[in-house]
């Protein structure tokens, strides 16, 4: 299963989180964007635990104000 993060950060934040994110072993790519999103993640995952877990994860990094989630089906 595959998971995609869009993620609002605070603009000092943003390649502070990319590379915490790019820590995350099931990261498959992740990279900052110009637009309605700050970052783009893309993650590979075996089941809805570890998504939560995930998610979790990511919404606790400083600089992180908002995330949406795309879980493919």
């Known amino acids: ?3 995609v993060v869009l993620i ?3 603009k000092t ?3 502070d989180i990319v590379n915490e994110i790019e ?3 099931a990261v498959l790519e992740v990279f900052p ?3 309605r999103f700050d970052i783009v993640a ?3 995952v075996n089941n809805l ?3 939560k877990s995930l998610l979790n994860k990511i919404s606790s990094l400083k600089g992180v104000i908002r995330m949406e989630e795309l879980l493919e089906i």
Do not use: R, W
């Open 1 to 3: 299963m595959h998971l």
């Open 8 to 10: 609002n950060a605070d």
């Open 13 to 15: 934040s943003v390649l």
């Open 23 to 25: 820590k995350i072993p």
């Open 33 to 35: 964007t110009f637009g």
């Open 42 to 44: 893309f993650f590979s």
């Open 49 to 51: 635990s570890e998504v």
